[in-house]
Nanobody, 123 residues
Framework: QVQLVESGGGLVQAGGSLRLSCAAS????????IGWYRQAPGKQRELLAS???????MYLDAVKGRFTISRDSAKNTVYLQMNSLKPEDTTVYYCNGGWYHSAIRGYSPRDYWGQGTQVTVSS
């Protein structure tokens, strides 16, 4: 089993920044990548960004240029730096432990999820 714990959510004004953290522990050999997702009420969970052990990063077009994913392998932690936040970014953010196949096949989630962290952007 892989345990994932998110932190860093909170309340920020529009235009502000937040950095989310996802700390992984347990059987981390069963994953080779971490993905950040968000899920707005009534919508499907969407993959925002992913990063492999080799630091190959992929982004949803809607967040390119605003969000940056990075990792500290020594700490088994992946970060999502979110800049220029908008009210429509308000929702719960989750990290997922999954598998990065290639630049073409991309990222596949596995059934390892964190508990979620709320991000609220005020206008």
């Amino acid at each position: 089993q892989v345990q994932l714990v998110e932190s860093g959510g909170g309340l920020v004004q529009a235009g502000g920044s937040l950095r989310l953290s996802c700390a992984a522990s347990g059987s981390t050999f069963s994953i080779n990548a971490i993905g950040w997702y968000r899920q707005a009420p009534g919508k499907q969970r969407e993959l925002l960004a992913s990063i492999s052990e080799g630091t190959s990063a992929m982004y949803l077009d809607a967040v390119k240029g605003r969000f940056t994913i990075s990792r500290d392998s020594a700490k088994n932690t992946v970060y999502l730096q979110m800049n220029s936040l908008k009210p429509e970014d308000t929702t719960v953010y989750y990290c997922n432990g999954g598998w990065y196949h290639s630049a073409i096949r991309g990222y596949s989630p596995r059934d390892y999820w964190g508990q979620g962290t709320q991000v609220t952007v005020s206008s």
